[in-house]
């Protein structure tokens, strides 16, 4: 019963840090997605069409899924999640690069499939 309320604690505290360091992000995104904005104006194929910022990537590394940041080569966080757990349609979209918008979608994904 002890391992388990320890277990408990470690795994809120887990989060917390998590969350942290999401807000972090959050407010360096905030800074830098004027840069991003003045970058996508600019393409003329995609004229005339919203483009959506994505703050986030999961990919695969060493066979667990990592959370990257946007440009699909910074780590923002490695996962314990395996890419072998996931269903075949997710593990492909991971293989390619599984872009994702914000915070939300993240701590979705990650609640939906991590052990």
Known sequence: MKKNYGISILLCTAI????????????????????????LSIAPAEAGREKKLYQYCLKEKDGCVYVYFADGKTIYEPTSISL??????????IKKGLYLLDDRE??????????
Do not use: V, W
């Not at 917390?16 to 970058?39: I, P, W």
């Open 106 to 115: 993240l701590y979705s994904f990650l609640e939906n499939y991590s052990s």
């Open 84 to 93: 072998a757990e996931l269903p075949k349609n997710i593990r492909k979209k």
């Open 16 to 39: 917390l840090c998590a969350l942290y360091a999401g807000s972090y992000q959050s407010m360096y995104a905030e800074d830098s997605q004027t840069e991003h904005t003045e970058e």
